[in-house]
Protein backbone atom coordinates (compact mmCIF):
# COMPACT_ATOMS: atom_id res chain seq x y z
CA UNK A 1 0.00 0.00 0.00
CA UNK A 2 1.18 3.45 -0.99
CA UNK A 3 1.93 5.79 2.27
CA UNK A 4 0.50 8.83 1.77
CA UNK A 5 1.47 10.61 4.69
CA UNK A 6 4.92 11.16 3.55
CA UNK A 7 3.72 12.62 0.20
CA UNK A 8 2.24 16.02 -0.05
CA UNK A 9 -0.89 16.42 -2.03
CA UNK A 10 -0.72 17.02 -5.44
CA UNK A 11 -0.32 20.96 -6.33
CA UNK A 12 1.59 21.59 -3.20
CA UNK A 13 5.36 22.02 -2.84
CA UNK A 14 7.66 22.29 0.80
CA UNK A 15 10.49 24.87 0.49
CA UNK A 16 14.13 24.35 2.77
CA UNK A 17 17.46 24.91 2.22
CA UNK A 18 18.81 28.21 -0.93
CA UNK A 19 15.22 28.12 -2.67
CA UNK A 20 14.04 28.65 0.83
CA UNK A 21 16.49 32.15 1.54
CA UNK A 22 15.45 33.40 -1.56
CA UNK A 23 11.81 33.04 -1.82
CA UNK A 24 11.80 34.44 1.76
CA UNK A 25 14.14 36.96 0.55
CA UNK A 26 11.68 38.20 -2.53
CA UNK A 27 8.72 38.49 0.05
CA UNK A 28 10.75 40.41 2.31
CA UNK A 29 12.18 43.03 -0.24
CA UNK A 30 7.84 42.91 -1.95
CA UNK A 31 6.37 43.98 1.07
CA UNK A 32 9.38 46.33 2.44
CA UNK A 33 8.69 48.34 -1.12
CA UNK A 34 5.11 48.14 -0.81
CA UNK A 35 5.72 49.40 2.84
CA UNK A 36 7.72 51.98 1.73
CA UNK A 37 5.34 53.30 -0.57
CA UNK A 38 3.01 53.79 1.97
CA UNK A 39 1.26 50.72 1.64
CA UNK A 40 -0.41 49.08 5.23
CA UNK A 41 0.60 45.24 5.52
CA UNK A 42 -2.91 43.41 6.42
CA UNK A 43 -3.93 39.67 6.66
CA UNK A 44 -6.89 37.85 6.36
CA UNK A 45 -8.25 34.37 6.89
CA UNK A 46 -6.72 31.48 5.05
CA UNK A 47 -10.31 30.42 4.88
CA UNK A 48 -13.92 32.29 4.35
CA UNK A 49 -17.55 31.71 3.57
CA UNK A 50 -17.87 30.58 -0.14
CA UNK A 51 -20.35 33.23 -0.78
CA UNK A 52 -17.67 36.12 0.27
CA UNK A 53 -15.25 34.56 -2.63
CA UNK A 54 -18.35 34.06 -4.77
CA UNK A 55 -18.70 38.69 -5.75
CA UNK A 56 -15.11 38.62 -7.32
CA UNK A 57 -14.58 35.29 -9.21
CA UNK A 58 -14.59 34.02 -12.42
CA UNK A 59 -15.82 31.54 -14.38
CA UNK A 60 -13.68 28.75 -13.45
CA UNK A 61 -12.26 29.46 -10.60
CA UNK A 62 -15.75 29.25 -8.72
CA UNK A 63 -15.33 25.33 -10.11
CA UNK A 64 -11.98 25.47 -8.76
CA UNK A 65 -13.15 26.88 -5.32
CA UNK A 66 -11.76 24.19 -2.60
CA UNK A 67 -14.81 24.18 -0.24
CA UNK A 68 -14.79 23.13 3.12
CA UNK A 69 -17.54 22.73 5.90
CA UNK A 70 -17.85 24.42 9.18
CA UNK A 71 -18.83 23.00 11.79
CA UNK A 72 -22.42 24.29 11.62
CA UNK A 73 -22.01 23.30 7.98
CA UNK A 74 -21.85 26.38 6.14
CA UNK A 75 -19.16 25.78 3.16
CA UNK A 76 -16.15 27.75 3.34
CA UNK A 77 -13.44 27.93 1.55
CA UNK A 78 -9.74 28.49 0.77
CA UNK A 79 -9.27 32.05 -0.28
CA UNK A 80 -8.11 31.63 -4.38
CA UNK A 81 -7.09 35.35 -4.42
CA UNK A 82 -6.36 38.06 -2.03
CA UNK A 83 -8.07 41.23 -3.74
CA UNK A 84 -11.70 40.12 -2.50
CA UNK A 85 -10.91 39.44 1.31
CA UNK A 86 -8.75 42.79 1.20
CA UNK A 87 -11.87 44.26 -0.01
CA UNK A 88 -13.88 42.99 2.59
CA UNK A 89 -11.05 44.41 5.23
CA UNK A 90 -11.50 48.24 3.69
CA UNK A 91 -15.45 47.60 3.68
CA UNK A 92 -15.50 46.69 7.49
CA UNK A 93 -12.25 46.60 9.89
CA UNK A 94 -11.18 49.66 8.37
CA UNK A 95 -14.50 50.70 7.11
CA UNK A 96 -14.78 53.81 9.48
CA UNK A 97 -10.97 54.96 7.98
CA UNK A 98 -10.85 57.88 5.41
CA UNK A 99 -10.17 56.74 1.76
CA UNK A 100 -7.72 56.44 0.10
CA UNK A 101 -6.94 53.20 1.92
CA UNK A 102 -3.69 51.75 1.01
CA UNK A 103 -3.05 48.17 1.68
CA UNK A 104 -0.50 45.54 0.87
CA UNK A 105 0.21 41.40 1.71
CA UNK A 106 2.12 38.46 1.20
CA UNK A 107 -0.15 35.45 1.26
CA UNK A 108 -0.76 31.98 -0.34
CA UNK A 109 -3.62 31.61 -2.25
CA UNK A 110 -5.44 28.14 -3.39
CA UNK A 111 -6.84 26.98 -6.53
CA UNK A 112 -8.05 23.46 -7.09
CA UNK A 113 -7.21 21.44 -9.84
CA UNK A 114 -10.03 21.48 -12.32
CA UNK A 115 -10.30 20.38 -16.11
CA UNK A 116 -7.01 21.96 -17.81
CA UNK A 117 -5.35 23.14 -14.75
CA UNK A 118 -1.99 21.63 -13.81
CA UNK A 119 -0.32 24.04 -12.28
CA UNK A 120 0.29 24.76 -8.42
CA UNK A 121 -2.68 24.93 -5.83
CA UNK A 122 -1.03 26.53 -3.60
CA UNK A 123 -0.09 30.25 -4.96
CA UNK A 124 1.97 32.67 -2.95
CA UNK A 125 1.71 35.77 -3.73
CA UNK A 126 2.41 39.22 -2.61
CA UNK A 127 0.33 42.42 -3.84
CA UNK A 128 -1.07 46.03 -3.46
CA UNK A 129 -4.24 47.33 -3.55
CA UNK A 130 -5.42 51.30 -3.76
CA UNK A 131 -9.15 51.77 -2.64
CA UNK A 132 -10.84 55.26 -2.74
CA UNK A 133 -9.29 56.70 -5.69
CA UNK A 134 -10.88 56.58 -9.19
CA UNK A 135 -8.08 58.93 -10.87
CA UNK A 136 -5.04 57.58 -13.51
CA UNK A 137 -3.02 58.83 -10.97
CA UNK A 138 -3.86 55.76 -8.65
CA UNK A 139 -3.49 53.51 -11.67
CA UNK A 140 -0.07 54.87 -12.83
CA UNK A 141 0.84 54.71 -8.50
CA UNK A 142 0.35 50.98 -8.76
CA UNK A 143 2.59 50.65 -11.71
CA UNK A 144 5.04 52.05 -10.60
CA UNK A 145 5.46 50.83 -7.34
CA UNK A 146 5.15 47.40 -9.28
CA UNK A 147 8.25 48.49 -11.26
CA UNK A 148 9.92 49.57 -8.25
CA UNK A 149 9.10 46.11 -6.43
CA UNK A 150 10.13 43.84 -9.12
CA UNK A 151 13.37 45.52 -9.55
CA UNK A 152 13.86 45.70 -5.85
CA UNK A 153 13.84 41.43 -6.02
CA UNK A 154 16.27 41.93 -8.38
CA UNK A 155 14.66 41.46 -11.83
CA UNK A 156 15.48 43.86 -14.45
CA UNK A 157 14.25 42.42 -17.90
CA UNK A 158 10.33 42.61 -17.87
CA UNK A 159 7.45 44.73 -19.01
CA UNK A 160 3.79 45.32 -18.51
CA UNK A 161 0.28 45.49 -20.77
CA UNK A 162 -1.88 47.57 -19.92
CA UNK A 163 -5.18 47.34 -21.40
CA UNK A 164 -8.78 48.72 -20.38
CA UNK A 165 -11.91 46.66 -19.75
CA UNK A 166 -13.90 50.47 -20.54
CA UNK A 167 -11.85 50.26 -23.84
CA UNK A 168 -13.76 46.76 -24.86
CA UNK A 169 -17.01 46.95 -23.32
CA UNK A 170 -17.15 50.41 -25.14
CA UNK A 171 -16.35 48.74 -28.81
CA UNK A 172 -18.45 45.80 -27.54
CA UNK A 173 -21.59 47.84 -26.19
CA UNK A 174 -23.11 48.04 -30.12
CA UNK A 175 -23.55 44.36 -29.93
CA UNK A 176 -26.06 41.93 -28.53
CA UNK A 177 -25.28 40.41 -24.93
CA UNK A 178 -24.76 37.17 -26.21
CA UNK A 179 -22.11 37.69 -28.16
CA UNK A 180 -20.37 40.27 -26.27
CA UNK A 181 -20.22 36.95 -23.82
CA UNK A 182 -18.50 35.03 -26.73
CA UNK A 183 -16.02 37.46 -27.61
CA UNK A 184 -14.61 38.34 -24.02
CA UNK A 185 -14.17 34.86 -23.56
CA UNK A 186 -12.61 34.29 -26.90
CA UNK A 187 -10.41 37.27 -25.79
CA UNK A 188 -9.84 35.83 -22.19
CA UNK A 189 -8.95 32.62 -23.89
CA UNK A 190 -6.38 34.41 -26.48
CA UNK A 191 -8.25 33.04 -29.42
CA UNK A 192 -7.80 35.50 -31.80
CA UNK A 193 -8.79 32.37 -34.36
CA UNK A 194 -11.77 32.21 -32.59
CA UNK A 195 -12.58 35.42 -32.33
CA UNK A 196 -12.53 36.53 -35.76
CA UNK A 197 -14.58 33.60 -36.37
CA UNK A 198 -17.33 34.81 -34.24
CA UNK A 199 -17.12 38.09 -35.89
CA UNK A 200 -17.28 36.65 -39.35
CA UNK A 201 -20.32 34.50 -38.66
CA UNK A 202 -21.94 37.87 -37.22
CA UNK A 203 -22.07 40.46 -40.45
CA UNK A 204 -25.41 41.36 -39.13
CA UNK A 205 -25.04 42.60 -35.62
CA UNK A 206 -22.79 45.62 -36.02
CA UNK A 207 -21.86 48.15 -39.21
CA UNK A 208 -19.45 46.72 -41.15
CA UNK A 209 -17.09 49.56 -40.54
CA UNK A 210 -17.55 48.39 -36.43
CA UNK A 211 -16.86 44.80 -36.95
CA UNK A 212 -13.64 45.60 -38.72
CA UNK A 213 -12.67 47.87 -35.87
CA UNK A 214 -13.58 44.73 -33.87
CA UNK A 215 -11.24 42.98 -35.54
CA UNK A 216 -8.08 44.86 -35.37
CA UNK A 217 -9.00 45.77 -31.87
CA UNK A 218 -6.61 42.82 -30.25
CA UNK A 219 -4.17 42.99 -31.99
CA UNK A 220 -3.15 47.02 -31.03
CA UNK A 221 -0.28 46.86 -28.87
CA UNK A 222 2.68 49.44 -28.65
CA UNK A 223 3.23 52.82 -27.58
CA UNK A 224 1.97 56.29 -28.42
CA UNK A 225 0.63 55.18 -31.47
CA UNK A 226 -1.17 52.53 -30.06
CA UNK A 227 -3.32 55.07 -28.46
CA UNK A 228 -4.06 57.26 -31.57
CA UNK A 229 -4.97 53.57 -33.41
CA UNK A 230 -7.34 52.97 -30.57
CA UNK A 231 -8.82 56.65 -31.08
CA UNK A 232 -9.71 55.84 -34.61
CA UNK A 233 -11.81 52.92 -34.04
CA UNK A 234 -13.35 54.45 -30.69
CA UNK A 235 -16.78 55.24 -32.36
CA UNK A 236 -18.27 55.75 -28.47
CA UNK A 237 -17.66 58.28 -26.23
CA UNK A 238 -16.99 55.28 -23.10
CA UNK A 239 -14.01 54.34 -25.76
CA UNK A 240 -12.56 58.25 -26.60
CA UNK A 241 -12.84 58.29 -22.71
CA UNK A 242 -10.79 54.96 -22.64
CA UNK A 243 -8.33 56.67 -24.45
CA UNK A 244 -8.05 59.66 -22.46
CA UNK A 245 -7.40 57.66 -19.67
CA UNK A 246 -4.32 55.86 -21.32
CA UNK A 247 -3.07 58.96 -22.29
CA UNK A 248 -3.00 60.35 -18.73
CA UNK A 249 -1.63 57.08 -17.51
CA UNK A 250 1.40 57.35 -20.06
CA UNK A 251 1.89 60.80 -19.10
CA UNK A 252 1.79 59.97 -15.16
CA UNK A 253 4.24 57.24 -15.87
CA UNK A 254 6.86 58.95 -17.75
CA UNK A 255 6.89 60.82 -14.83
CA UNK A 256 7.06 58.26 -12.60
CA UNK A 257 10.37 57.24 -15.33
CA UNK A 258 8.76 54.07 -15.61
CA UNK A 259 7.16 54.82 -18.98
CA UNK A 260 9.86 52.58 -20.68
CA UNK A 261 8.66 49.47 -19.54
CA UNK A 262 5.12 49.80 -20.42
CA UNK A 263 3.04 49.24 -23.51
CA UNK A 264 -0.35 49.14 -24.40
CA UNK A 265 -2.32 45.78 -25.15
CA UNK A 266 -5.54 46.94 -26.45
CA UNK A 267 -6.95 43.04 -26.58
CA UNK A 268 -5.50 42.68 -22.91
CA UNK A 269 -8.44 40.80 -21.19
CA UNK A 270 -8.20 39.08 -18.07
CA UNK A 271 -10.01 36.20 -16.54
CA UNK A 272 -11.71 38.54 -13.61
CA UNK A 273 -15.13 39.57 -13.72
CA UNK A 274 -14.63 42.31 -11.42
CA UNK A 275 -12.29 44.48 -13.93
CA UNK A 276 -13.67 47.66 -14.64
CA UNK A 277 -10.98 50.08 -16.15
CA UNK A 278 -7.62 50.00 -16.67
CA UNK A 279 -5.65 46.41 -16.52
CA UNK A 280 -1.90 45.25 -16.02
CA UNK A 281 -0.04 42.30 -16.65
CA UNK A 282 3.54 42.10 -16.43
CA UNK A 283 5.76 39.55 -17.95
CA UNK A 284 9.98 38.27 -17.02
CA UNK A 285 11.62 38.15 -20.03
CA UNK A 286 13.38 34.85 -18.43
CA UNK A 287 9.98 33.52 -18.26
CA UNK A 288 6.94 32.10 -20.17
CA UNK A 289 4.27 33.19 -18.23
CA UNK A 290 3.01 36.27 -16.19
CA UNK A 291 4.86 37.10 -13.52
CA UNK A 292 1.97 40.30 -12.23
CA UNK A 293 -1.35 41.14 -13.07
CA UNK A 294 -4.11 43.61 -11.90
CA UNK A 295 -5.89 46.67 -12.72
CA UNK A 296 -9.22 48.66 -11.54
CA UNK A 297 -11.60 47.24 -9.98
CA UNK A 298 -14.27 49.81 -8.91
CA UNK A 299 -17.42 47.62 -8.27
CA UNK A 300 -16.25 45.26 -5.80
CA UNK A 301 -16.34 47.20 -2.79
CA UNK A 302 -19.98 48.38 -3.26
CA UNK A 303 -20.65 44.46 -2.83
CA UNK A 304 -19.33 44.55 0.60
CA UNK A 305 -21.35 47.74 1.78
CA UNK A 306 -18.27 50.27 0.81
CA UNK A 307 -18.81 51.68 -2.49
CA UNK A 308 -15.54 52.86 -3.73
CA UNK A 309 -13.30 52.73 -6.77
CA UNK A 310 -9.94 50.89 -6.34
CA UNK A 311 -7.10 49.52 -8.13
CA UNK A 312 -4.39 46.76 -7.53
CA UNK A 313 -1.82 44.53 -8.63
CA UNK A 314 -0.02 40.89 -7.50
CA UNK A 315 2.87 39.65 -8.28
CA UNK A 316 3.35 35.67 -8.51
CA UNK A 317 6.27 34.94 -5.94
CA UNK A 318 7.27 31.60 -7.10
CA UNK A 319 7.52 32.85 -11.04
CA UNK A 320 9.47 35.89 -9.84
CA UNK A 321 11.74 33.21 -8.17
CA UNK A 322 11.89 31.27 -11.41
CA UNK A 323 12.78 34.04 -13.64
CA UNK A 324 15.60 35.30 -11.12
CA UNK A 325 18.77 34.50 -12.31
CA UNK A 326 19.73 31.18 -9.91
CA UNK A 327 22.08 33.11 -7.47
CA UNK A 328 23.87 32.16 -4.02
CA UNK A 329 21.18 32.74 -1.05
CA UNK A 330 24.27 34.75 0.58
CA UNK A 331 23.80 34.63 3.92
CA UNK A 332 25.58 31.94 5.50
CA UNK A 333 25.40 29.64 8.92
CA UNK A 334 27.59 29.23 11.31
CA UNK A 335 27.92 26.57 13.50
CA UNK A 336 29.62 26.76 17.36
CA UNK A 337 30.18 23.62 18.94
CA UNK A 338 30.48 23.27 22.50
CA UNK A 339 31.55 20.46 24.93
CA UNK A 340 31.12 19.42 28.47
CA UNK A 341 32.46 22.96 30.50
CA UNK A 342 32.91 25.14 27.48
CA UNK A 343 28.80 26.17 26.99
CA UNK A 344 28.49 29.81 28.60
CA UNK A 345 31.50 30.76 26.45
CA UNK A 346 29.98 29.04 23.73
CA UNK A 347 26.88 31.36 24.40
CA UNK A 348 28.28 34.16 24.92
CA UNK A 349 30.30 33.98 21.73
CA UNK A 350 27.28 32.95 20.05
CA UNK A 351 25.21 35.99 21.36
CA UNK A 352 28.48 38.66 20.55
CA UNK A 353 28.05 37.03 16.81
CA UNK A 354 24.08 37.40 16.09
CA UNK A 355 24.39 40.80 17.37
CA UNK A 356 27.16 41.58 14.58
CA UNK A 357 24.40 40.26 12.44
CA UNK A 358 26.00 36.66 11.89
CA UNK A 359 23.80 33.71 12.24
CA UNK A 360 24.97 31.57 14.32
CA UNK A 361 23.65 27.82 15.69
CA UNK A 362 25.13 26.63 19.09
CA UNK A 363 25.23 22.95 19.18
CA UNK A 364 26.60 20.49 21.34
CA UNK A 365 28.88 18.14 20.64
CA UNK A 366 27.73 14.52 21.19
CA UNK A 367 30.65 11.96 21.37
CA UNK A 368 29.51 10.56 17.81
CA UNK A 369 30.47 14.14 16.22
CA UNK A 370 33.77 14.01 15.31
CA UNK A 371 34.64 16.90 15.50
CA UNK A 372 38.66 17.74 14.73
CA UNK A 373 40.47 18.67 18.62
CA UNK A 374 41.98 21.70 17.05
CA UNK A 375 38.34 23.20 16.97
CA UNK A 376 37.89 23.77 13.80
CA UNK A 377 37.27 21.60 10.77
CA UNK A 378 38.29 22.24 7.31
CA UNK A 379 37.31 25.72 7.02
CA UNK A 380 39.26 27.23 9.92
CA UNK A 381 42.77 28.59 9.11
CA UNK A 382 44.32 30.19 11.42
CA UNK A 383 45.72 33.42 10.28
CA UNK A 384 47.14 34.62 13.26
CA UNK A 385 48.67 31.68 15.54
CA UNK A 386 48.36 33.91 18.27
CA UNK A 387 45.48 35.01 17.94
CA UNK A 388 42.08 34.07 20.11
CA UNK A 389 41.32 30.50 18.21
CA UNK A 390 44.51 29.42 19.04
CA UNK A 391 43.66 30.58 22.41
CA UNK A 392 40.35 28.67 22.48
CA UNK A 393 42.08 25.93 20.84
CA UNK A 394 44.59 25.45 23.73
CA UNK A 395 42.22 25.09 25.65
CA UNK A 396 41.39 28.46 27.24
CA UNK A 397 37.89 29.89 28.19
CA UNK A 398 36.63 33.08 28.45
CA UNK A 399 33.81 34.43 29.91
CA UNK A 400 31.24 37.82 28.67
CA UNK A 401 32.99 39.48 31.27
CA UNK A 402 36.86 38.45 30.67
CA UNK A 403 39.31 40.87 28.99
CA UNK A 404 39.92 38.80 26.18
CA UNK A 405 36.32 38.40 24.96
CA UNK A 406 35.84 41.01 22.92
CA UNK A 407 38.83 40.14 21.12
CA UNK A 408 37.94 36.61 20.96
CA UNK A 409 35.05 37.32 18.85
CA UNK A 410 36.54 40.32 16.85
CA UNK A 411 38.80 37.33 15.95
CA UNK A 412 35.89 34.92 15.45
CA UNK A 413 34.39 36.93 13.03
CA UNK A 414 37.35 38.37 11.04
CA UNK A 415 38.21 34.69 10.33
CA UNK A 416 34.65 33.57 9.79
CA UNK A 417 34.59 31.92 6.05
CA UNK A 418 31.33 30.96 4.28
CA UNK A 419 30.35 28.54 6.43
CA UNK A 420 31.88 28.13 9.64
CA UNK A 421 32.29 25.00 12.06
CA UNK A 422 34.04 26.24 15.12
CA UNK A 423 34.38 24.66 18.37
CA UNK A 424 34.39 26.40 22.18
CA UNK B 1 16.21 35.12 -32.03
CA UNK B 2 12.73 33.47 -32.21
CA UNK B 3 12.44 29.87 -31.47
CA UNK B 4 9.45 28.27 -33.46
CA UNK B 5 8.30 24.61 -32.41
CA UNK B 6 7.42 22.57 -35.06
CA UNK B 7 4.93 19.44 -34.47
CA UNK B 8 6.38 16.04 -36.53
CA UNK B 9 4.31 13.65 -38.19
CA UNK B 10 0.70 14.52 -40.09
CA UNK B 11 1.58 18.22 -40.70
CA UNK B 12 5.39 18.61 -40.74
CA UNK B 13 5.37 18.63 -44.77
CA UNK B 14 2.70 20.57 -44.90
CA UNK B 15 4.49 23.14 -42.45
CA UNK B 16 7.92 23.33 -44.12
CA UNK B 17 5.65 24.27 -47.56
CA UNK B 18 4.24 27.31 -45.89
CA UNK B 19 6.98 28.38 -43.75
CA UNK B 20 8.77 28.20 -47.35
CA UNK B 21 5.98 30.10 -49.21
CA UNK B 22 6.09 33.01 -46.41
CA UNK B 23 9.76 33.21 -46.59
CA UNK B 24 11.29 30.93 -44.00
CA UNK B 25 12.66 28.29 -45.70
CA UNK B 26 13.90 25.13 -43.36
CA UNK B 27 15.75 21.91 -44.96
CA UNK B 28 14.37 19.66 -47.23
CA UNK B 29 15.67 16.52 -45.04
CA UNK B 30 13.29 18.01 -42.17
CA UNK B 31 11.41 15.27 -41.87
CA UNK B 32 13.95 12.50 -41.93
CA UNK B 33 16.55 14.57 -40.18
CA UNK B 34 17.26 12.85 -36.32
CA UNK B 35 18.48 16.76 -35.36
CA UNK B 36 15.52 18.52 -33.45
CA UNK B 37 17.03 21.59 -33.43
CA UNK B 38 17.39 23.85 -36.93
CA UNK B 39 18.76 26.42 -36.95
CA UNK B 40 18.74 29.84 -39.66
CA UNK B 41 21.14 32.65 -38.88
CA UNK B 42 20.00 34.39 -41.66
CA UNK B 43 16.86 34.79 -40.60
CA UNK B 44 17.09 34.45 -37.23
CA UNK B 45 15.08 31.96 -36.38
CA UNK B 46 15.60 28.47 -34.78
CA UNK B 47 12.83 25.34 -34.85
CA UNK B 48 12.75 22.84 -32.73
CA UNK B 49 11.31 19.79 -33.75
CA UNK B 50 8.49 18.37 -31.33
CA UNK B 51 6.12 15.39 -30.74
CA UNK B 52 2.25 17.51 -31.64
CA UNK B 53 0.92 16.99 -28.53
CA UNK B 54 4.28 18.18 -26.80
CA UNK B 55 4.16 21.55 -28.84
CA UNK B 56 1.79 23.68 -26.36
CA UNK B 57 3.53 22.52 -23.80
CA UNK B 58 6.93 24.21 -25.08
CA UNK B 59 4.93 27.17 -26.26
CA UNK B 60 3.14 27.58 -23.32
CA UNK B 61 6.54 27.38 -20.98
CA UNK B 62 8.29 29.60 -23.30
CA UNK B 63 10.67 27.47 -24.69
CA UNK B 64 9.74 28.29 -28.00
CA UNK B 65 8.31 31.64 -29.00
CA UNK B 66 5.86 30.22 -31.09
CA UNK B 67 4.36 26.74 -32.31
CA UNK B 68 2.70 25.47 -35.23
CA UNK B 69 0.17 22.75 -34.48
CA UNK B 70 -3.38 21.16 -35.25
CA UNK B 71 -5.93 22.39 -33.40
CA UNK B 72 -7.06 19.02 -32.64
CA UNK B 73 -3.90 18.87 -30.41
CA UNK B 74 -4.28 22.64 -28.97
CA UNK B 75 -7.73 21.94 -27.80
CA UNK B 76 -6.74 18.69 -26.36
CA UNK B 77 -4.40 20.46 -24.16
CA UNK B 78 -5.94 23.70 -23.38
CA UNK B 79 -2.42 25.24 -22.81
CA UNK B 80 -2.28 29.03 -21.86
CA UNK B 81 -0.95 30.55 -25.59
CA UNK B 82 -2.40 33.08 -28.34
CA UNK B 83 -4.00 31.53 -30.71
CA UNK B 84 -3.50 34.05 -33.75
CA UNK B 85 -4.00 32.29 -36.85
CA UNK B 86 -5.57 29.87 -39.01
CA UNK B 87 -3.31 28.24 -41.38
CA UNK B 88 -5.61 26.74 -43.47
CA UNK B 89 -3.50 23.76 -43.74
CA UNK B 90 -3.58 19.85 -42.16
CA UNK B 91 -7.28 20.01 -42.94
CA UNK B 92 -8.88 16.79 -40.90
CA UNK B 93 -12.20 15.87 -40.16
CA UNK B 94 -13.06 14.97 -36.97
CA UNK B 95 -15.66 12.21 -36.64
CA UNK B 96 -17.87 9.76 -34.57
CA UNK B 97 -16.53 6.14 -36.23
CA UNK B 98 -17.92 3.19 -35.98
CA UNK B 99 -20.11 0.21 -37.20
CA UNK B 100 -22.38 0.73 -39.38
CA UNK B 101 -25.89 -0.06 -37.78
CA UNK B 102 -24.13 1.89 -34.70
CA UNK B 103 -27.14 4.57 -33.01
CA UNK B 104 -24.96 7.45 -31.35
CA UNK B 105 -26.96 8.64 -29.29
CA UNK B 106 -27.17 5.49 -27.57
CA UNK B 107 -23.59 4.61 -27.13
CA UNK B 108 -22.10 4.50 -23.73
CA UNK B 109 -18.06 3.45 -24.14
CA UNK B 110 -15.95 5.75 -26.52
CA UNK B 111 -12.92 5.30 -27.39
CA UNK B 112 -10.39 8.36 -28.67
CA UNK B 113 -7.48 10.20 -28.54
CA UNK B 114 -9.85 13.35 -27.94
CA UNK B 115 -11.59 12.73 -24.62
CA UNK B 116 -12.09 16.42 -24.55
CA UNK B 117 -13.32 16.92 -27.74
CA UNK B 118 -15.49 13.60 -27.43
CA UNK B 119 -16.91 13.97 -23.84
CA UNK B 120 -17.62 18.11 -25.12
CA UNK B 121 -19.56 16.90 -28.15
CA UNK B 122 -21.72 14.44 -26.26
CA UNK B 123 -21.88 16.33 -23.34
CA UNK B 124 -23.99 18.61 -25.99
CA UNK B 125 -26.15 16.04 -26.84
CA UNK B 126 -27.22 15.71 -23.42
CA UNK B 127 -25.38 12.32 -22.91
CA UNK B 128 -22.61 11.81 -20.19
CA UNK B 129 -20.31 9.03 -21.75
CA UNK B 130 -17.55 6.77 -20.46
CA UNK B 131 -14.22 7.70 -22.37
CA UNK B 132 -11.35 5.40 -23.54
CA UNK B 133 -8.48 7.32 -23.39
CA UNK B 134 -6.10 5.46 -26.36
CA UNK B 135 -3.36 6.51 -27.63
CA UNK B 136 -3.42 5.13 -31.07
CA UNK B 137 -4.87 2.47 -33.28
CA UNK B 138 -8.14 3.66 -31.91
CA UNK B 139 -10.06 2.06 -34.48
CA UNK B 140 -9.27 -1.57 -32.76
CA UNK B 141 -11.26 -0.22 -29.82
CA UNK B 142 -14.85 -1.19 -31.46
CA UNK B 143 -12.99 -4.28 -33.40
CA UNK B 144 -12.72 -5.87 -30.08
CA UNK B 145 -15.74 -4.71 -28.34
CA UNK B 146 -13.89 -2.79 -25.61
CA UNK B 147 -15.97 0.31 -27.01
CA UNK B 148 -18.91 0.97 -28.81
CA UNK B 149 -17.39 3.81 -31.35
CA UNK B 150 -14.46 5.92 -31.89
CA UNK B 151 -13.67 9.40 -32.25
CA UNK B 152 -10.87 10.04 -34.42
CA UNK B 153 -9.22 12.48 -36.78
CA UNK B 154 -10.03 11.34 -40.57
CA UNK B 155 -8.16 12.57 -43.59
CA UNK B 156 -8.85 9.96 -46.40
CA UNK B 157 -11.32 7.62 -43.96
CA UNK B 158 -9.10 4.60 -45.78
CA UNK B 159 -8.04 3.28 -41.98
CA UNK B 160 -12.11 3.01 -40.98
CA UNK B 161 -13.01 1.68 -44.25
CA UNK B 162 -9.81 -1.24 -44.17
CA UNK B 163 -11.28 -2.19 -40.50
CA UNK B 164 -15.52 -2.29 -41.79
CA UNK B 165 -15.91 0.80 -39.66
CA UNK B 166 -17.60 3.81 -40.92
CA UNK B 167 -18.15 7.75 -40.05
CA UNK B 168 -21.58 8.14 -38.08
CA UNK B 169 -21.17 12.12 -36.95
CA UNK B 170 -18.72 14.90 -37.65
CA UNK B 171 -17.68 16.91 -34.70
CA UNK B 172 -16.01 19.41 -36.88
CA UNK B 173 -12.60 20.16 -38.60
CA UNK B 174 -9.56 21.14 -37.72
CA UNK B 175 -6.52 22.26 -39.14
CA UNK B 176 -2.98 23.88 -38.07
CA UNK B 177 -2.74 26.89 -35.91
CA UNK B 178 -0.27 29.29 -35.04
CA UNK B 179 0.75 29.73 -31.48
CA UNK B 180 2.61 32.21 -29.48
CA UNK B 181 3.78 32.30 -25.93
CA UNK B 182 2.30 34.99 -23.89
CA UNK B 183 5.32 36.36 -22.74
CA UNK B 184 6.93 36.26 -26.09
CA UNK B 185 3.35 37.85 -28.19
CA UNK B 186 4.06 41.00 -25.32
CA UNK B 187 8.46 41.16 -25.46
CA UNK B 188 9.18 40.34 -28.70
CA UNK B 189 6.26 42.06 -30.44
CA UNK B 190 7.71 43.23 -33.57
CA UNK B 191 9.48 40.23 -34.23
CA UNK B 192 6.13 37.96 -33.72
CA UNK B 193 4.11 40.01 -35.67
CA UNK B 194 6.55 40.19 -38.76
CA UNK B 195 6.40 36.47 -38.75
CA UNK B 196 2.43 36.38 -38.13
CA UNK B 197 2.19 38.58 -40.82
CA UNK B 198 4.65 36.67 -43.56
CA UNK B 199 2.38 33.41 -42.47
CA UNK B 200 -1.23 35.18 -42.59
CA UNK B 201 -0.30 36.61 -46.66
CA UNK B 202 0.84 33.32 -47.16
CA UNK B 203 -2.39 31.47 -45.93
CA UNK B 204 -4.29 34.32 -48.07
CA UNK B 205 -5.47 36.58 -45.44
CA UNK B 206 -7.41 33.68 -43.98
CA UNK B 207 -8.76 34.37 -40.31
CA UNK B 208 -6.45 37.10 -39.53
Known sequence: MQSDFIERPIGTRDYAGCEMTRKRDIEDRLIREFELWGYQSVETPLFEYAETFARGLHRDEDERLLRLFDREGRTIALRPEMTTPVARVAATLLGSETLPLRLCYCAKTYNGRGGRVQGPVEVPKAGVELIGDSGTDADAEIIALMVDSLRETGLTEFRFALGHMGFVQALFSVLPPELRTRLRHALIAKDLVAYDAILASETQSAPAGWLEALRVMPRIRGGVDAIEQARSIAFVEAAQQACDEWQELLTALSEHEVADVVHLDLGLCLDHEYYTGITIEGYADALGQPIAYGGRYDALLAQFGRPAAATGCVVHVERVLAALDEEGCGVPVHRLYYSAGTRSVALAVGRELRLLGHRVAVTSVTPEQNVDESGLVDTWTPTDPSGAWAFLAAGGTVTASDEHFAVVCQEIVRVLGQESDLRC | ?208
Open chain 2, 1 to 208: MLTIALAKGRILDATALALASAGYPVPNDLAESRRLILEDDSRDVRYLLAKPVDVPAYVEHGAADLGIVGKDVLHEKQADVHELLDLRFGVCRLVVAGWPNTDVGAVKRVATKYPRFTTDYFRRMGRQIEVIDLQGSVELAPLIGLADCIVDLVETGRTLAENGLTPLAELGTVSARLVANRRSYQLRATEVDAFVEALRQRSGGAAS
